[in-house]
Structures are given as structure tokens and as C-alpha cells.
């Protein structure tokens, strides 16, 4: 069982920043691959990034240049740092925890962070 905590959003003007965190607890965080995801008004659900456990990042192509994910598996975190941010990056951003295990998928989610891009 992973535990997972996101906090940092708010509301920020068209061409700002801000940074996510998403604290985690509950299991070994070095082994979980972790993601972000967000969730516009009217919107399905999609993925934003993710790095694993190794470091390797992958982010969609709509925020490539802009979000960058780290992790810090000493205090069992992860950020996303979002610069240039347009009114399109409106939305609930999700932390999602991912671990495959003997053909089985375990994935956690936390419970939501608002981002409001607007001026």
C-alpha cells in the first residue's frame, strides 16, 4: 500500500509557474514508478509525465519543454515543476504510484491538486 499526498497548486497568471510535490508513504518509493496526471474541467483524465525508478523521464508532448518531473527517494517525493503555464494546464493534477509484480499492475492515486491558470 502506497499513501500519497500532493500539495502546491493554487492559482497562477498565463506564463507563470508553479511546482507540484506529491509525498508518499506507506512502502519503498524507490521502487514505483511515478506520475503525474491531470484532469481539465469537461476533460478525461490524462497522463501528464512520469519517472522511474531509475530516473528516466517521459512527459506528453503538450508539456514538453515546460513540466520537468524529479524525484527525491530520500523524502520519498516527487515534483513537477511547471513553467510557461497556459490556461490549457487548468486543471486537478493526480500523483500516481506504479509498480509491476508477478504479471500484476499496482498503482495508487492521491487525492488531488487544483491548478488554475488564469489572469
Known amino acids: 500500500q502506497v499513501q500519497l499526498v500532493e500539495s502546491g497548486g493554487g492559482l497562477v497568471q498565463p506564463g507563470g509557474s508553479l511546482r507540484l510535490s506529491c509525498a508518499a508513504s506507506?512502502?519503498?518509493?524507490?521502487?514505483?514508478?511515478m506520475g503525474w496526471y491531470r484532469q481539465g474541467p469537461g476533460k478525461e483524465r490524462e497522463w501528464v509525465a512520469h519517472?522511474?525508478?531509475?530516473?528516466?523521464?517521459t512527459y506528453t508532448d503538450s508539456v514538453k519543454g515546460r513540466f520537468t518531473i524529479s524525484r527525491d527517494n530520500a523524502k520519498n517525493t516527487v515534483y513537477l515543476q511547471m513553467n510557461s503555464l497556459k490556461s490549457d494546464d487548468t486543471a486537478v493534477y493526480y500523483c500516481n504510484a506504479a509498480r509491476a509484480r508477478s504479471g500484476q499492475l499496482y498503482t495508487y492515486w492521491g487525492q488531488g491538486t487544483q491548478v488554475t491558470v488564469s489572469s
Open positions: 519517472i522511474t525508478p531509475g530516473g528516466t523521464t
Open positions: 506507506g512502502s519503498i518509493f524507490g521502487i514505483y514508478t
